[in-house]
């Protein structure tokens, strides 16, 4: 089990930093690196890891992401404010911009190729 369970972390950590480059590409500098990132953040990405190792589409990783925020209280704000818990993204995928859209998309992607390349399976 702890094979799998880095295996899993380093699936998290690379979609995390694919993520992260991609928005500042797009101009967004408020993703810090994995080992800066609050725990709460990275436990947000393990569980969208494991949905993608179970074969969540983009649309049904950003929208288990979206009901894990509103479980925690976050809304819709137009700028990111984690103090606030208000993100951009709070809406349905259908209503994300394509940028955004390319974001989930990157993320799965990210871990797929990552589990491929660690002969990680889903469990």
């Known amino acids: 089990m702890k094979g799998r369970v880095l295996k899993v972390f380093a699936c998290a ?12 590409a797009l101009g967004d500098f408020s993703h810090a690196e994995w080992h800066a990132s609050p725990d709460w953040q990275k436990t947000g990405v393990v569980k969208g890891v494991e949905g993608a190792l179970r074969g969540n589409t983009p649309e049904q990783s950003h929208e288990s992401w979206l009901a894990e925020k509103q479980a925690a209280g976050w809304k819709y704000g137009a700028v990111k404010d984690p103090g606030k818990k208000e993100h951009p993204c709070m809406v349905a995928y259908s209503d994300l911009p394509p940028e955004q859209q390319k974001k989930d998309e ?18």
């Open 13 to 24: 950590q690379a979609a995390h930093e694919v993520n992260r480059v991609y928005c500042f």
């Open 106 to 123: 990157l993320f799965v992607t990210t871990v797929r190729a990552m589990a491929r390349a660690l002969d990680l399976t889903a469990a």
